[in-house]
């Protein structure tokens, strides 16, 4: 980044990466071995930016996530009157609106960002104004109602369009409620936390599934109180925040790909320095270990309220076994899932995944894009309304893969083509920069040939 870098620049070369439609040739691999740091966790760098821009005094962060989607929330309190900038080494420095965000003169655009529209319109639900949150073909067909229907408990006035997007927001005083979820949400829960640190009195929010907890470990970096039982989260009214200095750990979301592709290689050796390792949201590891992978944790330690760590992954020597996620488990590693049925019919004994219709609500049908590509590569696959099945044991050809522009797609079966016969075209390669523009780089860095 350059010293006069503004949130509009950057945003618009962040975007100008989408627009050119990229194909990328990956070829099989022999191995994979290599250490790597990743670009900064998504989901705390959204809930920093947007707690940043409300808060009190100027925040610095190194380690911002560099994907779109992020650069879609800084891109937002920057509309509603916080100051970002980019400093010279890489860290972005936001200077708060003191509580009170100022009426934007443009609608806030979320691209592509689930995140940013549904957790910035419980940060706005309290604040004086009228607020239009807009964003991509993909971000307007998903499901808004789910933050709707609680913020209106609170008294917030919104507006959608059939339960999608544009989502309307006219501020109001809020009252606190008791909610439980219906469907398991870490955006959802978020965003009523957001909206209850503003409110009148105390808000609970009740899930079935511990979703991922970075709403409640930032608001709590920020300097606010939230209170937490085994099922539920609270937080009071009326709290202000305070700017914070933070390094952001880098995405296990992102690792996830790198993690599984070494799992691929039984002479592999893979180092993730400066991981975020969140319990929330390091599943994957406990998932590959089950699959007869061995990961080690290095070194562990907490900055700003959140794990950061080094891990180690060696795959077996005998392959991959085989395993089933559903239930809770499927909830926690929604994001992973995709890769996860992508490197399944290299496993010995495949895997089953079940109660994850969530996935079919994302930035695409994961299910379906799953399904087609898997086809597409030769293999067998059964789908199913929450899931689906993938046996073990199967040889995968090259194939022209469809991201249907979604970045966990595209990244997917990157890693599939790694083992497969022939050489793999992934249409759609530049939907990686939603979450991680480095994400082929990468991959050629560690993958040997
Ligand atoms: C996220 C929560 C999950 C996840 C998304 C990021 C977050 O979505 O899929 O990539 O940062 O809270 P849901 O809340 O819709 O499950």
Redesign the pocket.
Same mark, same amino acid.
């Given at each position: 980044m350059r010293r006069d870098d503004t949130i509009e620049s950057v945003r618009f070369r962040r975007l100008a990466l989408l627009e050119t439609a990229t194909e990328k040739i990956i070829k099989p691999a022999r191995n994979l071995t290599g250490t790597l740091r990743l670009p900064g966790d998504? /989901?705390i760098s #959204?809930r920093y930016a947007m707690l940043a821009g409300l808060a009190e005094g100027a925040s610095t962060f190194s380690n911002f996530s560099t994907g779109a989607d992020c650069a879609s929330s800084l891109g937002c309190v920057a509309a509603l009157g916080a100051k970002v900038e980019w400093l010279e080494d890489g860290r972005v420095t936001v200077t708060g609106v003191a509580n009170s965000f100022h009426q934007p003169t443009t609608h806030l655009d979320c691209g592509n960002s689930? /995140?940013t529209m549904r957790m910035m319109s419980g940060l706005l639900a309290a604040q004086a104004g009228e607020f239009t949150l807009v964003g991509d073909a993909s971000l307007s067909r998903r499901p808004m109602e789910r933050i709707r229907k609680p913020l209106a408990e609170m008294g917030a006035q919104i507006t959608l369009t059939e339960g999608h997007a544009p989502v309307v927001v006219r501020g109001s005083a809020l009252t606190g409620i008791d909610y439980t979820t219906p469907i398991? /949400?870490?955006?959802?829960k *978020?965003a009523l936390l957001f909206a209850g640190m503003q409110a009148e009195g105390t808000t609970t929010i009740r899930e079935s599934v511990r *979703?991922?907890d #970075?709403g409640e470990l930032a608001i709590r970096a920020f300097g606010a109180t939230v209170e937490r039982t085994l099922d539920s989260v609270s937080i009071t009214g009326k709290q202000k925040l305070k700017a914070i200095e933070a390094e952001i750990p880098g995405d296990i979301s992102s690792a996830a790909f790198f993690l599984c592709a070494a799992a691929l290689f039984p002479e592999s050796n893979l180092v993730l320095d400066g991981l975020g390792l969140n319990p929330t949201r390091a599943t994957l590891l406990d998932v590959l270990t089950a699959l007869g992978a061995t990961v080690a944790v290095l070194n562990l330690e907490e900055k700003n309220t959140e794990l950061i760590g080094t891990v180690q992954l060696n795959a077996p020597a005998k392959g991959l076994g085989g395993t089933t996620v559903s239930g809770a488990l499927a909830a926690q590693l929604?994001?992973e899932l995709p890769v996860l049925a992508a490197i399944a019919p290299y496993s010995r004994n495949g895997i089953r995944i079940r109660d994850a219709k969530?996935l079919r609500v994302?930035e695409s049908d994961r299910i379906a894009l799953v399904v087609k590509n898997l086809h597409a590569m030769g293999a067998e696959v059964e789908e199913f309304e929450d899931g689906l099945d993938v046996p073990g044991g199967q040889r995968l050809h090259g194939a022209q893969i469809d991201s249907g522009g979604d970045h966990r797609i595209a990244m997917a079966f990157s890693v599939a083509a790694l083992r497969a016969e022939g050489e793999t075209a992934i249409l759609g390669a530049e939907s990686a920069a939603i979450s991680f523009p480095e994400f082929f780089d990468m991959l050629e860095n560690v993958a040997e040939r």
């Open positions: 998504k /989901s #959204h689930g /995140s398991p /949400s870490a955006q959802v *978020t *979703t991922r #970075h929604i994001d969530e994302k």
